[in-house]
């Protein structure tokens, strides 16, 4: 393969921070071995592999177009203004035909798991793409990116057959609250910008201190989300080791942050929140394995 055509994929991944799957996959993939201790569909490689297509492509599209549409506020903000569009090594149009093309597969995959799935794929859609536009009308649109990453979750449940209950709308919960979390702890670093530019966001509206808080507040949330999936699902020990895990990993993300601490926030925001969801997925496969001894 020549290094024209490595160097497009690598912007192409860069555009769509293809590391950042880390964040939803295994919650995807978490909601999927908790399905299985319910009735549920029998889960072939072939719905497997749907499953895979239609979370990968969704995501794809939803990062392809939200680059897209913030193209013109990337560019004028100095910590973006590097990125594949701004930088010239992808064009407009080509993240826009990416966008397209992942929706179609998206909708493609989705039609192959089932009437139910093929109906909510546009909805979900829907909601996937219109965070990019959140930002310019509310400072909820962190929560509005956490509805859209508890949709992979969710998606996932719905794909495996299993009916919806108060755990995975548990689960679902506790990863809105989640991203919110740490969604805003990001934002920090963008606060004088969102303010000068019109921008909604909550550090914009309420300031750090004010953005640390509601953190810590949704991060509490998400705890009691995820024992209380844990209880309505009759988890076992290892599942509920994996909370407290999750609760300490988020009390080490809010320590290295506190007082606005911007040169921690790489840290904070990538490190802690990969180690928070890979680790409850193996927590959860743990617990799996040792119900099913009993």
Same mark, same amino acid.
């Given at each position: 393969?020549?290094?024209?055509?490595?160097?497009?994929?690598?912007?192409?991944?860069?555009?769509?921070?293809?590391?950042?799957?880390?964040? %939803? $996959?295994? =919650?995807? @993939?978490? *909601?999927?071995? /908790?399905? !299985?201790?319910?009735?549920? #569909?029998?889960?072939?490689?072939?719905?497997?592999?749907?499953?895979?297509?239609?979370?990968?492509?969704?995501?794809?599209?939803?990062?392809?177009?939200?680059?897209?549409?913030?193209?013109?506020?990337?560019?004028?903000?100095?910590?973006?203004?590097?990125?594949?569009?701004?930088?010239?090594?992808?064009?407009?149009?080509?993240?826009?035909?990416?966008?397209?093309?992942? %929706? $179609?597969? =998206?909708? @493609?995959? *989705?039609?192959? /798991?089932? !009437?139910?799935?093929?109906? #909510?794929?546009?909805?979900?859609?829907?909601?996937?793409?219109?965070?990019?536009?959140?930002?310019?009308?509310?400072?909820?649109?962190?929560?509005?990116?956490?509805?859209?990453?508890?949709?992979?979750?969710?998606?996932?449940?719905?794909?495996?057959?299993?009916?919806?209950?108060?755990?995975?709308?548990?689960?679902?919960?506790?990863?809105?609250?989640?991203?919110?979390?740490?969604?805003?702890?990001?934002?920090?670093?963008?606060?004088?910008?969102?303010?000068?530019?019109? #921008?909604?966001?909550?550090?914009?509206?309420?300031?750090?201190?004010?953005?640390?808080?509601?953190?810590?507040?949704?991060?509490?949330?998400?705890?009691?989300?995820?024992?209380?999936?844990?209880?309505?699902?009759?988890?076992?020990?290892?599942?509920?080791?994996?909370?407290?895990?999750?609760?300490?990993?988020?009390?080490?993300?809010?320590?290295?942050?506190?007082?606005?601490?911007?040169?921690?926030?790489?840290?904070?925001?990538?490190?802690?929140?990969?180690?928070?969801?890979?680790?409850?997925?193996?927590?959860?496969?743990?617990?799996?394995?040792?119900?099913?001894?009993?």
């Amino acid at each position: 393969m020549s290094q024209g055509v490595l160097g497009k994929l690598r912007a192409y991944a860069d555009l769509v921070a293809f590391t950042h799957t880390v964040f %939803a $996959l295994p =919650f995807a @993939a978490t *909601a999927t071995v /908790l399905a !299985l201790r319910e009735p549920h #569909l029998p889960l072939t490689p072939a719905r497997v592999l749907a499953m895979l297509v239609c979370m990968v492509a969704a995501r794809t599209s939803a990062m392809a177009w939200n680059r897209y549409a913030d193209r013109d506020v990337d560019a004028k903000n100095p910590r973006t203004k590097e990125r594949p569009i701004q930088s010239g090594k992808v064009k407009p149009k080509e993240a826009l035909a990416l966008t397209v093309g992942s %929706a $179609l597969v =998206f909708l @493609a995959s *989705a039609a192959t /798991l089932g !009437l139910v799935p093929a109906l #909510l794929a546009i909805p979900v859609l829907f909601v996937l793409l219109g965070y990019s536009y959140a930002k310019r009308f509310t400072w909820g649109a962190h929560a509005w990116l956490g509805l859209a990453l508890s949709l992979a979750p969710g998606g996932a449940w719905i794909a495996t057959g299993a009916k919806p209950g108060l755990g995975i709308v548990a689960i679902m919960l506790g990863v809105l609250t989640w991203l919110f979390g740490f969604d805003v702890l990001y934002s920090l670093q963008d606060e004088r910008f969102d303010r000068e530019n019109g #921008l909604h966001s909550v550090p914009a509206r309420f300031g750090t201190k004010g953005a640390m808080r509601l953190a810590a507040a949704a991060h509490a949330i998400t705890i009691l989300c995820f024992a209380s999936a844990g209880a309505a699902l009759h988890r076992g020990p290892v599942f509920f080791a994996g909370v407290i895990m999750f609760g300490v990993i988020l009390f080490v993300e809010h320590r290295l942050v506190r007082g606005g601490n911007l040169e921690k926030i790489d840290k904070a925001f990538f490190d802690c929140n990969a180690f928070v969801s890979a680790g409850f997925f193996v927590t959860t496969l743990v617990d799996a394995w040792w119900l099913s001894r009993g």
